[in-house]
């Protein structure tokens, strides 16, 4: 990390457009000190003392003046100090990232790892993670996300907590890792402005999942004085995975999986911070149903590659061990289904749509060795009504003319998979 960022207060609510003031006295356990605004917009820090202006985010009204236990009454959760905030509009949660350092600003550097590089790859992992989880209703939360940055470009301090509150961000998570001076310094550790906030909340449930993911020292939760924590108007917090000069920790750091289980903690921690279960939403299409054991006795297996995604064109949809020489089609729907046809299983019901004929190729005739796929490319998606976040069920009809007279049908199993943007 280096120098990095907090000014949090404890008020959870924030305003994009326009300050609607709810003025009261202060109850709980407060900041020591806490930020309102004059009429340009600039911060005004104030005794927790006095009575102080709320800002109520994307409010339709202004509310009356209240006091004391009256207002911790009146207030939904995600108003109060401490607890696990709910997302007050009803919407999707405006999260900003924050990948470290970038461009000129390396960051930390040890044992061949450069921080900047790795910040920004857990970052777009997160970013990734959590526009699954928007689309993936099973589980988790609704989010909208903005980077400070997505590729190595330098971006100064204020300019990233300028596009945090020019944007309205409910939340705001900066991704660190650390260096020291002795290579004995090492282990996790996670920050926020002041104890007591929503921040201090998140800090915490961060913290805890990185513990869990990296399982390296653990360096506790703490309050730092750093810009992007400060100069946010939003709860913020800030993680420093671990130490790029201790060797233990660079080699955790370097394992493979390293980066996807970092973003997974933040996701996790965010999740929960919010009071949802921590969730791992599905990052891919996958497999359902049973296939129909063909005639030559294989079993046809549908499979993919790339992204099935409105925005490329590079997801493609595949049997294997199909009946050479033969003609198939993949049909698809909205619906899942388990019905027993042709002596084997439909898995696609409802309103079912079928595709271009398909040629299985092969080596020689009888055999298991043909093969059929279709390009679902963005203009095959768009031309046929597909919606971003909606599921999709497909599956593989092929001519099996060995089972002939009695169903001459060939029948992959199902594949179930999610639209993306």
């Known amino acids: 990390m280096d120098c990095v960022q907090d000014t949090d207060p404890v008020n959870p609510i924030r305003s994009t457009s326009r300050a609607v ?90 044992n061949g790892l450069v921080e900047k590089e790795i910040n920004l790859a857990i970052g777009l992992r997160l970013k990734e993670l959590l526009e699954l989880d928007t689309i993936d209703t099973a589980g988790g939360g609704e989010w909208e996300v903005l980077m400070t940055r997505e590729d190595d470009s330098t971006v100064s301090l204020g300019g990233r907590t300028t596009l945090a509150n020019n944007w309205g961000a409910d939340r705001f998570i900066s991704i660190h890792n650390n260096a020291f001076s002795s290579s004995a310094a090492n282990g996790t550790e996670t920050f926020s402005f002041a104890e007591g906030t929503f921040s201090a909340n998140l800090r915490d449930r961060i913290q805890e999942e990185l513990l869990v993911a990296l399982g390296l020292f653990d360096r506790g939760s703490k309050t730092a004085n750093f810009f992007v924590l400060r100069e946010t108007a939003m709860p913020a917090a800030l993680s420093e995975g671990g130490f790029l000069t201790n060797a233990g920790d660079a080699a955790a750091l370097s394992d493979p999986t390293a980066v996807d289980r970092m973003a997974k903690a933040h996701m996790y921690g965010l999740q929960r911070h919010y009071g949802f279960v921590a969730y791992d939403p599905n990052d891919g299409p996958v497999t359902y149903c049973v296939a129909k054991v063909a005639s030559p006795g294989c079993l046809p297996s549908i499979g993919w590659t ?63 060795s043909g093969r059929l796929e279709l390009s679902l490319d963005s203009a095959f998606m768009q031309s046929s009504g597909f919606q971003a976040g909606e599921n999709i069920n497909a599956q593989w009809w092929f001519r099996d003319p060995f089972y002939f007279p009695a169903d001459p049908v060939g029948l992959s199993d199902g594949l179930q998979f999610t639209v993306r943007p």
């Not at 339709?60 to 207030?75: D, K, R």
């Not at 009946?323 to 084997?344: D, E, H, K, T």
């Not at 299983?345 to 080596?363: A, E």
């Open 21 to 110: 003031g709810l003025l009261f006295r202060p109850w709980g356990i407060l900041d020591p000190m806490e930020r309102r605004t004059d009429s340009t917009g600039t911060p005004i820090l104030i005794s927790a003392s006095e009575p102080r202006t709320i800002p109520w985010k994307r409010a339709a009204s202004v509310l009356a003046v209240v006091t004391g236990a009256a207002v911790l009454a009146a207030l939904p959760t995600n108003a109060r100090p401490g607890g696990s905030p709910s997302n007050l509009q009803g919407g999707p949660i405006r999260v900003v990232i924050d990948p470290g350092h970038g461009g000129t600003d390396p960051g930390a550097v040890g």
């Open 306 to 368: 790339g992204t099935p995604s409105l925005a490329s064109s590079d997801f493609v949809v595949s049997c294997d061990n199909v009946v050479s020489n033969q003609f198939g089609l993949m049909i698809w729907s909205r619906v899942q289904a388990s019905v027993p046809l042709f002596g084997g299983t439909l898995c696609v019901g409802g309103s079912i749509r079928r595709t271009p004929v398909q040629y299985s190729f092969g080596l020689g005739n009888g055999n298991c």
